[in-house]
């Protein structure tokens, strides 16, 4: 059964000039223990169907389903706490707190007593490949590779079972890249999360168990790996 389900999505919105069709009917579904890749040129949409997965915002038209229930019709800030977990190119950690803090926040929106929290955060940092002696550090004192695996780690933190990843290795060396990837891949195969990843990645889209790539509206690539779907 599908985890994540998309049922003829589509979404456009209004600027100054016009209105701008951004996404134009899609239809998937994405499974429990699988990494999936979306890739495309700039525009094609793959941004903003990552934000409408997230619960970010809603569709135009169409439905985007999670364990069966719509978003449109369920309590969407909840959705968002507890049912997803976005982790973005530029890390967003807080500056003004803690690696472990960092880590505890979502836990702690969620209800976990600070100490729980706090014992749960260094646990996750240590699984990302933190050291212990750094939990108690702030995000200026750490490399990006590292900031991108606190930022996994917070993603874990709310025990979410989807995992949204925007360009995860956009802003890291290719050593860093490699360590990310083989973190998201193991948290999907091993620990059985859904990993969706956007990336401009090709070599690292390539890995994954199944590939969106999407061109002029189309996905292309081989068809044992990807589906149709049309998206501007």
Do not use: W
Request: aromatic residues 8%; hydrophobic residues 40%; contains cysteine.
């Amino acid at each position: 059964m599908a985890l994540l389900e998309l049922r003829d999505v589509k979404y456009s919105y209004k600027n100054e000039y016009q209105t701008v069709e951004a996404v134009k009917g899609i239809s998937y579904s994405f499974e429990k223990g699988k990494m999936y890749a979306v890739v495309g040129k700039s525009g094609s949409g793959k941004t903003t169907l990552l934000s409408l997965m997230a619960g970010l915002d809603l569709p135009t038209e169409g439905e985007i389903l999670f364990e069966g229930v719509s978003t449109s019709s369920m309590d969407i800030e909840k959705y968002r706490r507890q049912s997803v977990a976005v982790i973005y190119q530029n890390f967003m950690l807080f500056p003004l707190l803690t690696l472990a803090e960092n880590v505890m926040f979502p836990m702690e929106q969620n209800g976990t007593d600070a100490k729980t929290a706090y014992q749960k955060a260094k646990e996750l940092l240590l699984k990302v490949g933190l050291k212990e002696d750094q939990c108690d550090r702030y995000p200026a004192m750490i490399s990006g590779g590292e900031k991108q695996r606190v930022a996994i780690a917070r993603a874990l933190g709310m025990n979410a079972p989807v995992i949204l990843a925007d360009e995860p290795t956009g802003n890291l060396d290719s050593a860093n890249s490699r360590k990310i990837m083989d973190i998201l891949k193991d948290l999907a195969h091993n620990d059985h999360y859904c990993v969706i990843m956007v990336t401009h990645d090709d070599a690292f889209a390539e890995e994954t168990d199944e590939l969106l790539r999407l061109s002029d509206g189309l996905a292309v690539g081989s068809p044992k790996r990807t589906r149709m779907f049309s998206v501007e």
